[in-house]
Nanobody, 126 residues
Framework: EVHLVESGGGLVQAGGSLRLSCAAS????????IGWYRQAPGKEREGVSC????????YYADSVKGRFTIATNNAKNTVYLQMNSLQPEDTAVYYC???????????????????WGQGTQVTVSS
């Protein structure tokens, strides 16, 4: 059974940093693309970033490019999202998701991944 668990969210001041983790189990890590999404109250879900372990490809939404970095630790089956220079508009619930069929791309991030974690809250105060 595929299982994704996010952690690392919290409250941070504007300009600060957080590192989110997504611990995955129940599947072969290299066979899946892992994506990070976020959803703020009253807003649509936004695809933030993705990574493919099979070819090391990554993608970042324009809203986070240059501030966020996605990386994997294949030995731990964990994907990280390092978030720097956080701003109040980054406040949202952040979810990781996995899919065996998609590529890592901006287009695929608009589709619905098969497996989702429960989310972790990130709050950035001004």
């Amino acid at each position: 059974e595929v299982h994704l668990v996010e952690s690392g969210g919290g409250l941070v001041q504007a300009g600060g940093s957080l590192r989110l983790s997504c611990a995955a189990s129940g599947f072969t890590f290299d066979d899946y693309v892992i994506g990070w999404y976020r959803q703020a109250p009253g807003k649509e879900r936004e695809g933030v970033s993705c990574i493919s372990s099979s070819d090391d490809s990554t993608y970042y939404a324009d809203s986070v490019k240059g501030r966020f970095t996605i990386a994997t630790n294949n030995a731990k089956n964990t994907v990280y999202l390092q978030m720097n220079s956080l701003q109040p508009e980054d406040t949202a619930v952040y979810y990781c998701a996995a899919d065996p069929d998609y590529t890592c791309s901006g287009y695929a991030l608009q589709l619905k991944y098969d497996y989702w974690g429960q989310g972790t809250q990130v709050t950035v105060s001004s």
